[in-house]
């Protein structure tokens, strides 16, 4: 068993709300998570510059409201960057894309095994080498009213993005820290059976840009 909660490298639970912006919170999740890894530094990511602005790299899709695909981010915040909440906060809505300070980067994003369902193995491996991921699930009515115990249903389809924190093998599942809300699941989050509903379809990993240390001044080189 491992997750990256535990090790203090996941942020706090968002909420969506009504829009469905989940391709942009599940995405953003994995690199603020990223960030934590590789910079030792939690930060709190704009979701609104992500889905007002991604469009305008070019290559993605016109993600809005209506839907997207965590590629789109992943190639946005290694393009353009992004700021943080409080330079851009959310407010649910498709919005209009302005200008704001963007200093935080990704060095890369890629699939971890197309846009299928990986394995169990590929998965585990993703999360240790990148950290979070973010992946698509099935939200049926059942994965909607969830609220506790381990998660466990086989309904074909993909209708939304989730980050995958970590897994236990004792409980045969992951553990996914939703876009819902902390109301929703135990906390925002859900154990859910390996392969269940699609679980980790469309899995993308991003990895953020790890900032330089500071030189070290060296007294002998004067």
Known sequence: AFNWQTVGKVTPVKDQRSCGSCWVFGTAAAFESSWAIRNNQMIDVSEQDILSCSKTIAGNGNGDCGGGWMEWV??????????TEASKPYTATSGTCTAIARPYFASNYGFVSGTGQPTVAQLK?????????????????HFQAYTSGVFNENVPGLNHCVALVGWDDSKQAWLIKNSWSTGWGMSGYMWIKYGSNGIGSHAVWVDARAIP???VEDCLSF
């Open 213 to 215: 240390p500071a030189p």
């Open 74 to 83: 992943g190639k946005y915040l290694q393009v353009q960057g992004t700021g």
């Open 125 to 141: 491996a993703a999360l240790c080498a990148h950290g979070v991921l973010s992946v698509g699930v099935n939200a049926t009515a």
